[in-house]
């Protein structure tokens, strides 16, 4: 097998070959077919999350060594099936991987409640994930049904569109929920607008900082859009609503954006954050009984959410974002790309045969 790797922080990743692995016990191997390059794998590559006020999340301490492959939205075919994997998985079954696995035996675990794991396995993050050719599984029951999705963009829904429809649902707490701001037209942000689409109804309206991803957020169907930078942006927004939104969700997580969303807030209101670009953002906690409003924090999304948000993949439901399809070993190129702000939507690597 072929893997684009971490070798050191912050330097570009190398390709490196290994023996292809073998299944134990009720493993799964994958051919990867596509595996989608996420904002956070930036951070990942660069080894830390801001904090904000100069404090650093060090990802070293996180479970990550090197070196490691990054990729957590994965979608290939199986090529290999451990002794107790079970009947229900064959040589050949093309399946989109759900990274977000926990350790399988603490409390959160046992309780279904993986993503609260303190030492999970998650693919790309703590276990080597997607930029590569082949990837162990540690279970069937982490590889779900893509239906007639082009393998391609099945991989995306793994973390782009679970968070999108994890954060979403947790907008649904609302009273008279009519007005949904997303905040940040990224890859995850335009993937939030195809859920908010098949889920929410009543208006969809987009906020970012770069026009372009502002007229192909207008292209895929948001009922309006506004630029944060523009002179006069949150008088407008609150002009046009009525008194504010109902409910924000920031696909970004950087200070402005935060405090964009949140005084875009109607009372009542709550805002859901999900973008991890970091910093931090002064606030005033009195704002919050004033305001009566609600702040949740929403980290990708259930195994069991992950089933509903492809059921109605497979439902015709979710309409395609943008993407486009790179090599594998072109993924210093895309990370470079990504981190200029240059990538609209996603972009794929697809690892070539041999």
Known sequence: MRAMQIVEFGKPLKLNAYTDPTPQGSEVVVRILSSGVCHSDLHLWEGFFDLGGGQKLEVINRGMKLPHTLGHEIAGEVVAVGPDAGPDVRRGQ???VYPWIGCGQCLACQGGDELLCATPRTLGTRRDGGYATHVLVPHPKYLVDHGNSPIELACTYACSGLTAYSAIRKTESVRNRKKLLLVGAGGVGLAGLEVAKAIFDGEIIV????????RTAKEHGAHHVVNTRAEGALAALQQHTGGGV??????????????????ALRRGGKIVIVGLFGGDAPFAPISMPFKMAAIEGSYV?????????????RAGKIQPMPYAIRPLETANDVLEELRGGKVVGRVVLQ???G
């Open 94 to 96: 093309r399946f989109v």
């Open 207 to 214: 906020a970012d900082i770069d026009d372009r991803k502002l």
């Open 246 to 263: 109902c409910a924000a969700v920031d696909f970004v997580g950087a200070a402005a954006s935060f405090r964009f969303g949140f005084d």
């Open 301 to 313: 999304g259930t195994l069991t959410e992950f089933h509903e948000l492809m059921a109605l993949v």
């Open 351 to 353: 690892p070539q045969a």
